[in-house]
T-cell receptor, first 115, second 112 residues
Framework: NAGVTQTPKFRILKIGQSMTLQCTQDMNHNYMYWYRQDPGMGLKLIYYSVGAGITDKGEVPNGYNVSRSTTEDFPLRLELAAPSQTSVYFC??????????????FGDGTRLSIL | KNEVEQSPQNLTAQEGEFITINCSYSVGISALHWLQQHPGGGIVSLFMLSSGKKKHGRLIATINIQEKHSSLHITASHPRDSAVYICAVGSVSGGGADGLTFGKGTHLIIQP
């Protein structure tokens, strides 16, 4: 059972380039999330999805886009990379909302540098 | 928006010591999560609680809803417990589907 799988693990981009961070889960979870973690800061929610075809903005969505065409996959796209997007990105999933006490399962993270 | 404060930010202790990490939040919550982030970066959910106390092996988590405070305890600490411990709370006033707001984490080092 792989859980939540993120690719790539590391990436260096030039300013203005675009890329897609991949996330897939094999637990049949409805809820999926993208977070970013900056040094010395708590995780911030970028986008989330409550099921296939449904996505919504989190706390820091600017500069990112997502799609959820299947239950398993939740890719995060950066269209015009900026230095401020240098961060570690985590994808997570859960059976239902954390509000009702469901744990989140995290991927191993993608370390992204924009130069 | 809920504010989550953890203390201490950094903690170094000797193997075998009893460890306490604290988490305070500002707004009433539906659930509180304790997470562990390994030195390699992976994040694992340790506990999720909305009242009382939970125990798993050498880890104990408690929560006091009235005081808006939770503690994570580690008994008989071991170097493999070295990690960043993150508190996160879920509240209706938070953002996103689950309204989770994360603390900045406590960096724990257990020396042999």
């Amino acid at each position: 059972n792989a859980g939540v799988t993120q690719t790539p693990k590391f990436r260096i981009l030039k300013i203005g380039q675009s890329m897609t961070l991949q996330c897939t889960q094999d637990m049949n979870h409805n809820y999926m999330y993208w977070y970013r973690q900056d040094p010395g800061m708590g995780l911030k929610l970028i986008y989330y999805s409550v099921g296939a075809g449904i996505t919504d903005k989190g706390e820091v969505p600017n500069g990112y886009n997502v799609s959820r065409s299947t239950t398993e996959d939740f890719p995060l796209r950066l269209e015009l990379a900026a230095p401020s997007q240098t961060s570690v990105y985590f994808c997570a999933s859960s059976y239902s909302s954390g509000l009702v006490g469901q744990p989140q399962h995290f991927g191993d993270g993608t370390r992204l540098s924009i130069l | 928006k809920n504010e989550v404060e953890q203390s201490p930010q950094n903690l170094t202790a000797q193997e075998g010591e009893f460890i306490t990490i604290n988490c305070s939040y500002s707004v009433g919550i539906s659930a509180l999560h304790w997470l562990q982030q390994h030195p390699g970066g992976g994040i694992v959910s340790l506990f999720m609680l909305s009242s009382g106390k939970k125990k798993h092996g050498r880890l104990i988590a408690t929560i006091n809803i009235q005081e808006k405070h939770s503690s994570l305890h580690i008994t008989a600490s071991h170097p493999r417990d070295s990690a960043v411990y993150i508190c996160a709370v879920g509240s209706v006033s938070g953002g996103g589907a689950d309204g989770l707001t994360f603390g900045k984490g406590t960096h724990l080092i257990i020396q042999p």
